[in-house]
């Protein structure tokens, strides 16, 4: 009977609960928006408070746990130094111990990155010193095993680091792998095992650039790699007596590095623009020069016989690849670099084929037809770059080929006895080049300027040679004199003149009339340098009203193509 006023009060309680839940059911149109949940400043500074001072607490342990790994290394140091125990036994107990560390790490680093990275780098520090006293000062390993064991260390790390989110044991211990290589290779004298490590490095790196996330270390494993490589080639290059403790190696195995540095970056590029059509990067466009270039020079260090053509024969064959690539894929493309990169690789490459596998006749023969079909080409595509090419293959020809100088000599000292065919391959193929072209009208400056070099050229070719047959159907009816040449040069230049003004003015190529201009000025400083020194009277007047025509035929020329464009 005690309970049973403690019975009717939990009844009583149950009615009156029911009876405010009937009650906010029928007025439920009533109700209004309940206010969000309002904290308490001072639990949520608290909250704040307790989540730093978690995260705090979790970097210094695990900093504290890192420092234990290291301590561990040490104790392992000491039990090895001691004798206690054999030291094989310790040295792959320690080697162990490491690369232990990188699954510690893969566990971490998904969750906690910081976390993660800092017990590879805790896996590095170990290794590494431990690899450089097993090596250099207890003798227990040879470079070819040290070198092995890094390479563990490296697979080990790529398979538990396959995953993107584990990436970053990947990235560190790659990159530690390559650092220590590199001192190792140095110290030991013993560049073949080492170096063979940084490019699995390098190529692991460049697969997962392509075909995975890629690794953030990439760029310090390559640099590493290209100091390696060239200090190689430096110190193998250089006398016997400062390459003191290196083994002997043959030409082939030192210019296998860079040939498989310069192979694997190719290729990765070649993937990753050619195939899966991505944009290359300022990184990737440097890392495949620098290693081209690593490639020329160890390939001239060790093999200078045969390099040139070699490297002479290669160039021009990438110069084809890379012109299809600008051509073929891509001009058309939205991804300007890769047109941009490419051009400037085509054209280089060209250059310096023809400089390292043809004589000067020969090259200059080759560019002066590259000259004609890439203005070709470039009109016919409307590809401004292309344009741009032919100018420059134009010019290096004119120089190679000593059209220049060949035409300074007619026209203003002693001509030659006859010109040589690489010349007048040059001069023909000036003129076609800028016969092909096409002027447009309201041309940027930079446009205009590549119109008047091909214009000079053509103009240049074209009173060099007429002069020279000039000079000797002359010389077959007498022999000229002084002022017989004078008086001849004068009538040709006066006619080219007088040829591109008004060729200017019936095609309106305002480069035609500019060239006309430029020859007035040439023939000027010609009548006071060289008619009125070394003519007769009557030449030096025949000469001086050949000019006064000219001069005033050239500007009514002018005038008739402006006003043609007027009313056009």
């Not at 310790?90 to 990188?102: M, R, S, T």
């Not at 780098?121 to 890094?150: D, K, Q």
């Not at 006071?528 to 025949?542: K, N, P, S, W, Y």
Request: hydrophobic letters at 60%; glycine letters at 6%; proline letters at 4%.
């Amino acid at each position: 009977m005690d309970s049973l006023p403690e019975a009717l009060e939990l009844l009583s309680a149950r009615v009156d609960a029911l009876e405010k839940r009937v009650h906010s059911l029928e007025h439920r149109t009533e109700a209004v928006e309940p206010a969000p949940l309002q904290l308490p400043e001072t639990s949520v500074a608290q909250a704040i408070e307790d989540t730093s001072a978690e995260s705090g607490g979790g970097m210094f342990a695990v900093l504290g746990k890192a420092m234990l790994g290291i301590a561990g290394a040490y104790v392992l140091r000491a039990v090895m130094e001691s004798a206690v125990l054999p030291r094989a036994i310790v040295a792959g107990a320690a080697i162990v111990y490491a690369i232990g560390w990188l699954a510690v790490a893969s566990r971490l680093v998904a969750a906690k990155p910081w976390a993660g990275a800092i017990y590879v780098g805790t896996s590095a520090l170990i290794l590494a010193p431990m690899l450089w006293e097993l090596t250099l000062r207890f003798n227990l390993l040879t470079p070819a095993l040290t070198a092995t064991v890094l390479g563990v260390f490296l697979a080990v790390s790529t398979v538990l680091g396959w995953k993107p989110e584990r990436s970053l044991v990947a990235s560190v211990a790659c990159a530690a792998a390559s650092l220590t290589a590199l001192v190792l290779s140095v110290a030991t004298h013993h560049v073949v095992p080492f170096l063979s490590l940084m490019l699995l490095a390098v190529l692991l790196c460049e697969y997962q650039r392509t075909f995975r996330d890629g690794l953030a270390i990439r760029p310090l494993v390559s640099l590493a790699t290209d100091l390696a490589v060239f200090l190689t080639a430096y110190i193998y290059g250089s006398s016997e007596t400062s390459r003191v403790g290196y083994l002997a190696l043959s030409a082939g195995v030192l210019l296998a590095p860079s040939c498989a540095l310069f192979i694997i970056s190719a290729a990765a590029i070649a993937a990753r623009v050619g195939v899966l059509r991505q944009q290359i990067t300022a990184f990737d466009a440097t890392q495949a020069m620098i290693a081209f270039l690593l490639a020329v020079f160890s390939a001239l260090l060790f093999v200078p016989v045969w390099a040139g053509a070699a490297i002479g024969v290669l160039c021009l064959v990438l110069s084809g690849v890379c012109y299809t690539a600008v051509i073929g894929r891509f001009r058309a493309s939205g991804k300007r670099r890769n047109f941009r990169v490419f051009a400037l690789w085509s054209i280089a490459l060209l250059l310096a084929g023809v400089y390292w596998s043809l004589p000067a006749p020969l090259a200059s023969a080759l560019l002066g037809i590259a000259a004609l079909i890439s203005v070709a080409a470039g009109v016919r595509l409307e590809c401004r770059t292309l344009e741009l090419h032919g100018v420059v293959y134009l010019v290096v020809a004119a120089f190679v080929s000593s059209l220049l100088s060949y035409a300074f000599a007619v026209l203003a000292a002693a001509p030659p006895a006859r010109p040589a065919w690489s010349v007048v391959l040059v001069a023909t193929c000036a003129v076609l080049a800028y016969a092909a072209g096409r002027e447009r009208v309201g041309e940027e400056w930079q446009q205009q300027v590549l119109h008047l070099i091909t214009a000079l050229l053509a103009a240049c070719s074209v009173a060099a040679l007429a002069a020279h047959a000039s000079l000797g159907l002359f010389a077959m009816v007498i022999v000229p004199g002084v002022f017989h040449v004078a008086f001849l040069r004068t009538l040709i230049i006066c006619a080219v003149a007088l040829i591109f003004a008004y060729g200017g003015a019936h095609w309106h190529r305002l480069e035609m009339t500019r060239v006309a201009y430029a020859a007035l000025a040439l023939m000027a400083l010609k009548l006071m340098v060289e008619d009125l020194r070394h003519g007769r009277m009557e030449f030096i007047a025949a000469s001086i009203f050949l000019f006064a025509v000219t001069l005033i035929a050239v500007p009514r020329l002018t005038r008739m193509q402006h006003g043609a464009q007027r009313k056009v």
